[in-house]
Nanobody
């Protein structure tokens, strides 16, 4: 089994910053892509930022220039630095990872989410 645990969410004023962390543990042979997703009330979950095992990154347009995703492969961790936060960034943020536990193919695992609330 593989577990993903997020931390670092909270309440912040508009213009502020937060740093989210996600730790993967369990039976891990290799972690391929990792990403941060978010889901606001009444909306579908969306990919906010993704990072490959080689650290190539991609971002949804609404966070480009404000958010930075990074990972530590030795520690099986992924981070999301969020700056210049806006009220529209309010959502539950989930960590997702494509993890190879056995064999060659990976499976997608999810954390339980961490709430980020940005007040105006």
């Amino acid at each position: 089994q593989v577990q993903l645990v997020e931390s670092g969410g909270g309440l912040v004023q508009a213009g502020g910053s937060l740093r989210l962390s996600c730790a993967a543990s369990g039976r891990i042979v290799r972690i391929n892509d990792m990403g941060w997703y978010r889901q606001a009330p009444g909306k579908q979950r969306e990919l906010v930022a993704g990072i490959t095992s080689g650290s190539t990154t991609n971002y949804v347009d609404s966070v480009k220039g404000r958010f930075t995703i990074s990972r530590d492969n030795a520690k099986n961790m992924v981070y999301l630095q969020m700056n210049l936060l806006k009220p529209e960034d309010t959502a539950v943020y989930y960590c997702g990872a494509d993890v190879v536990s056995r064999g060659l193919l990976g499976n997608m695992y999810w954390g339980r989410g961490t709430q980020v609330t940005v007040s105006s």
